[in-house]
């Protein structure tokens, strides 16, 4: 399905992710490995998911959509009534624990399972939510806007229809909520270029340029998923968004040529390739 270009508040996230546009997640994806051919195997419907990101998904939802949280979101009961009548402790492979269990997926409901990193994920993401409301910066940011914007434009360098999700709009304030295992100054800025946030940043920036909405801020606010969850709110100076849009260019540009060439080329596949030593081969001895 192709979108229209424009910005689209209050559309739902299936209806975004039927679009047929290219999102950050599909550059960052490039930028990390230069791989065309795992781009391509998401392209065609490989998708990739972890823990932390259902539980980051989950801090969406319950900081800036609240009413949808309780229907979106769900815990495994500690206890079941079986047939007889019997209360027992829950076991995932007992009857009526499986039925529950396809009821809710059926329904589109999130089960969140404990784990050792979220032994108690509800209460995870409850927390978290609150640091970040009673924070006086976030809870600002993260009121008196349109949270969950959608938004579709054309890159004009390459030509491409792009897409973008927007956690909140503030005013000429974009925001952004990310967890992360370590809020420090240090944390949040070796994260920030580990998963390529430069490039999300930027193509938002330009995105909302692009359609004669000139915002004035890049923000994100960063909550530790471990207690006591300290809050950073950090702002994306020019420098980082400068970054971020060549390296966004370069690979759309990329992509635009796979596209045109129908052509995918994965690891070494012009040539053998040379096994190199890391850098710090030798320091360890």
């Known amino acids: 399905m192709e979108p229209e270009v424009g910005i689209h508040p209050g559309v739902p996230y299936e209806t975004y992710e039927s679009w047929d546009a290219t999102r950050p997640t599909i550059v960052k994806l490039f930028a990390q490995h230069g791989c065309a051919e795992e781009v391509r195997w998401y392209l065609d419907g490989g998708e990739r998911t972890s823990e932390a990101m259902t539980v980051g998904r989950a801090v969406h939802c319950r900081a800036l959509e609240p009413e949808e949280f309780a229907k979106a979101y769900c815990v495994t009961p500690k206890a079941y009534e079986n047939k007889a009548g019997e209360v027992k402790p829950w076991r995932g492979n007992a009857t009526v624990c499986r039925e529950w269990?396809?009821?809710?997926?059926?329904?589109?409901?999130?089960?969140?399972?404990?784990?050792?990193?979220?032994?108690?994920?509800?209460?995870?993401?409850?927390?978290?939510?609150?640091?970040?409301?009673?924070?006086?910066?976030?809870?600002?940011?993260?009121?008196?806007?349109?949270p969950?914007?959608?938004?579709?434009?054309?890159?004009?360098?390459?030509?491409?229809?792009?897409?973008?999700?927007?956690?909140?709009?503030?005013?000429?304030?974009?925001?952004?909520?990310?967890?992360?295992?370590?809020?420090?100054?240090?944390?949040?800025?070796?994260?920030?270029?580990?998963?390529?946030y430069h490039i999300q940043a930027a193509m938002a920036f330009d995105g909302m340029?692009?359609?004669?909405?000139?915002?004035?801020r890049y923000i994100f606010i960063f909550v530790q998923t471990k207690e006591p969850h300290l809050v950073n709110v950090v702002e994306a100076e020019e420098a980082v968004l400068e970054f971020g849009r060549s390296q966004y260019h370069y690979w759309l540009g990329q992509l635009k040529t796979c596209m045109d060439k129908d052509e995918w080329p994965g690891y070494a596949h012009y040539d053998v390739g040379t096994l190199l030593l890391p850098p710090w081969a030798g320091s360890e001895l």
């Open 101 to 146: 269990i396809a009821e809710k997926e059926a329904a589109g409901v999130t089960i969140l399972k404990s784990s050792p990193a979220y032994p108690r994920p509800m209460k995870q993401i409850e927390g978290m939510s609150a640091a970040v409301e009673a924070h006086p910066w976030a809870g600002q940011l993260l009121s008196g806007g349109e």
């Open 148 to 196: 969950e914007v959608s938004i579709c434009w054309r890159d004009e360098p390459s030509g491409l229809l792009c897409k973008q999700r927007l956690d909140y709009i503030r005013g000429k304030v974009i925001v952004e909520l990310k967890s992360c295992a370590d809020a420090s100054d240090e944390g949040v800025m070796k994260a920030a270029y580990r998963l390529y």
């Open 209 to 216: 340029q692009a359609l004669d909405w000139k915002p004035e």
